[in-house]
């Protein structure tokens, strides 16, 4: 997360004391970051635009590092703040 927030042009777009959203225009990319905290494992999501075959896609990458069951949760929390603060931009 430090190495992301130290690299130039990149934005901290919304931190809290376990969360941190960053986004990096210059490459196209949005991460969510979960930092680990009593049993809750750090997590990561990491979306980047991506052009092929002539159309814009969204590729999009996690990872945990924790057991099965606690990264679900986590990273469904991830998702599920994502739908939320998308929605407005969604027909």
Same mark, same amino acid.
């Given at each position: 997360?430090?190495? #992301?927030? +130290? $690299? #130039?042009?990149? $934005?901290?777009?919304? *931190? =809290? @004391?376990?969360?941190?959203?960053? %986004?990096?225009?210059?490459? #196209?990319?949005?991460? %969510?970051?979960? *930092?680990?905290?009593?049993?809750? @494992? %750090?997590?990561?999501? &990491?979306? *980047?635009?991506?052009?092929?075959?002539? !159309?814009? *896609?969204?590729?999009?990458? +996690?990872?945990?590092?924790? !057991? =099965? +069951?606690? &990264?679900?949760?986590?990273?469904?929390?991830? #998702?599920?703040? !994502?739908?939320?603060? =998308? +929605? @407005?931009?969604? @027909?």
């Amino acid at each position: 997360m430090a190495t #992301l927030e +130290a $690299e #130039l042009g990149v $934005e901290v777009a919304r *931190k =809290t @004391p376990t969360y941190v959203e960053v %986004s990096d225009p210059k490459r #196209l990319m949005l991460w %969510s970051l979960w *930092k680990a905290r009593g049993a809750q @494992p %750090s997590a990561y999501i &990491c979306r *980047k635009i991506v052009q092929e075959d002539g !159309q814009v *896609k969204i590729e999009m990458f +996690a990872e945990c590092h924790g !057991q =099965t +069951a606690q &990264c679900d949760g986590v990273v469904g929390r991830l #998702l599920a703040e !994502q739908n939320r603060r =998308t +929605a @407005p931009f969604r @027909p």
